[in-house]
């Protein structure tokens, strides 16, 4: 067995953390814990949710797996499981509305299942749900067993009710209603959108509207309300007559109920931008446009790859191409509206395809406790076969003046073989609608010079000068 | 058996208990008509077999 090394990410939760092995990934548990996993997993708790594909698959270790890995950790006590491992790992902040909708979705439907069953959910934060690759192509997976406990107290009080509303229906909320970006709410603080800072942002007419009355309006006026002892008590009462146990699975059910409720409201109907549409309105001739879906389709039908990464997807035309020859697509860009479209697309053909929110230019940085306990983009991002770098270039190199030997380097870094690039002509009338006036800085930029550029890093193998434009396909290898 | 301290994994919110408390105690008492409406129906339902049973007898 190879070195093992913990996940940065998980140390908040005392009952165990991740551990990975090469390609393996473990959850470290101690005595206790792994009693109440062991039983999870035997329950048909663990069956029901591994059906609906909402739980990352979890196996019990053979005793010579656990003594081997025990003292790889030299920690004779610890007990481990094994996870399936995620095909990227992705968080909140990169997802679109629908996503966060859906993720929202995952957990509640997680917290029913668990419920009929006698377990429960001890958190409800939205980094528990990554968006995975299943029977029936991109789908949420709640991947933290750990949050997972025997239902107990007879009160009826689902304690992580508020992380739920600050992770999941406050974003979607303001986003649906006021535009909010939620990118940054978990950018800068990992617990979504504040309640006390959600009731600052609105005023008081709308405070009282009921869908912000009883999600932001009312618990900040009872925030300083003196909760009774036996509810803030460190031992909640466990034990109860059948009346209150049933009592409080009726209240829960409702709160469960409730919340999906309000989630299927909250949602935004998928909106437009400046380039939802791209895909019908773009400058292409039809020759052009078609030639260019059969040179791509032509390199995805001989060299199939595995995984793909496509830079500035827009849509997703060419992502979902090269989902359809078994490619696992990573899907990129910064318009939440194209990736909204992507994403229900994806879903709808049940396409692995996963679009997320990054910006090439400005990817998502490593976040939290040490700046990585949510690992940056690029640290995530690598050993991807073919990256597909369709118009994009011009875009970096004029209008976030990168320079074009940087966006050599960073696509070699990406691919580990193969690079599909689309290079656009100084004189094309989008690179000058760009430049606008600055030609003197970008007159060098044809289309030899860039591909001199590219050939330092990556041997062409291939080319198509697109009819009547200005602009030429590439398929290259890293050297 | 007494179950550990879940509070002090995350912060419940004490605005957020509160509403939970208030709306508990409104559906707990829908939970109790609910109950005792359901058990009345049942009661009425099984003396009303009695008693069609016991007039089949007689006839």
């Known amino acids: 067995m190879s070195q093992l090394w913990r996940e940065p990410s998980s140390f908040r939760d005392p009952s165990g953390y991740i551990i990975h092995a090469s ?36 196996e019990i270790l053979d005793s010579a797996v656990q003594e081997s890995l025990s003292a790889k950790e030299g920690l004779p006590d610890r007990c481990y499981v094994s996870h399936e491992k995620l095909w990227f790992v992705n968080y909140p902040y990169e997802w679109t509305a629908q996503m966060l909708s859906d993720a929202a979705q995952c957990t509640l439907s997680v917290q029913t299942t668990l419920m009929k069953h006698g377990f429960q ?67 800068t603080d990992l617990e979504g959108l504040d309640p006390d800072q959600a009731y600052r942002l609105l005023g008081w007419p709308k405070r009282l509207l009921p869908r912000y009355f009883t999600l932001v309006t009312l618990p900040h006026l009872l925030r300083r309300w003196e909760v009774k002892q036996e509810t803030t008590s460190k031992k909640r009462k466990s034990t109860g007559s059948e009346y209150e146990i049933e009592k409080a ?39 052009a446009e078609s030639g260019k879906r059969e040179f791509l389709r032509g390199i995805c039908e001989e060299i199939r790859p595995k995984s793909v990464l496509d830079i500035g997807c827009n849509t997703g035309q060419f992502s979902l191409l090269a989902a359809e020859y078994g490619a696992n697509v990573l899907a990129i860009d910064q318009d939440m509206p194209s990736l909204d479209r992507l994403y229900l ?70 691919t580990s073989r193969y690079l ?60 | 058996m007494d179950q550990p301290s879940v509070l002090l994994y995350i912060d419940p919110g004490v605005g957020f208990l509160a509403l939970q408390i208030l709306a508990g105690s409104v559906l707990g008492i829908s939970f109790f008509f609910r109950r005792t409406t359901a058990r009345v129906l049942k009661f009425l339902r099984i003396n009303g077999r009695k008693d069609s049973k016991e007039s089949d007898k007689v006839e």
């Open chain 1, 23 to 58: 390609d393996c990934v473990y959850r470290s548990l101690n005595r206790e814990s792994y009693e109440l996993v062991q039983a999870f997993l035997r329950s048909p708790a663990y069956t029901d949710l591994l059906d609906q594909e909402l739980l990352i698959p979890t």
């Open chain 1, 121 to 187: 959910l001890k958190d409800a934060s939205a980094y528990n749900v990554h968006f995975d690759f299943g029977r029936n192509g991109l789908t949420p997976k709640f991947i933290d067993l750990g949050s997972i406990e025997p239902l107990s107290g007879t009160d009826g009080i689902w304690l992580p009710y508020k992380q739920f509303v600050s992770h999941f229906l406050l974003p979607l909320l303001y986003n649906r209603d006021m535009g909010h970006d939620f990118k940054g709410d978990f950018l």
């Open chain 1, 249 to 287: 699975l009726f209240i829960l059910s409702h709160t469960v109920r409730s919340l999906k409720g309000k989630v299927n409201r909250s949602v935004a109907k998928p909106k437009k931008s400046l380039w939802t549409d791209y895909e019908q309105s773009n400058t292409y001739p039809a020759e």
């Open chain 1, 345 to 414: 697309r994806a879903r709808e053909q049940q396409s692995n395809v996963l679009p997320l929110r990054v910006d090439i230019s400005n990817p998502s940085p490593g976040i939290g406790w040490n700046n990585k306990e949510r690992a940056a983009f690029l640290d995530r991002s690598s050993g991807f076969d073919c990256v597909f770098f369709l118009a994009v270039v011009h875009h970096l190199v004029v209008a976030k003046g990168i320079p074009l030997s940087e966006v050599v380097k960073l696509s070699h870094n990406l």
């Open chain 1, 420 to 479: 599909v690039v689309e290079l656009v002509d100084y004189s094309d009338p989008m690179f000058q609608s760009l430049v606008r006036g600055r030609d003197s800085l970008y007159t060098e930029l044809t289309l030899e010079k860039q591909e001199r550029d590219f050939a330092q890093k990556f041997t062409v193998l291939r080319s198509l000068r697109l009819p009547e434009m200005t602009r030429t396909l590439y398929l290259m290898e890293r050297k």
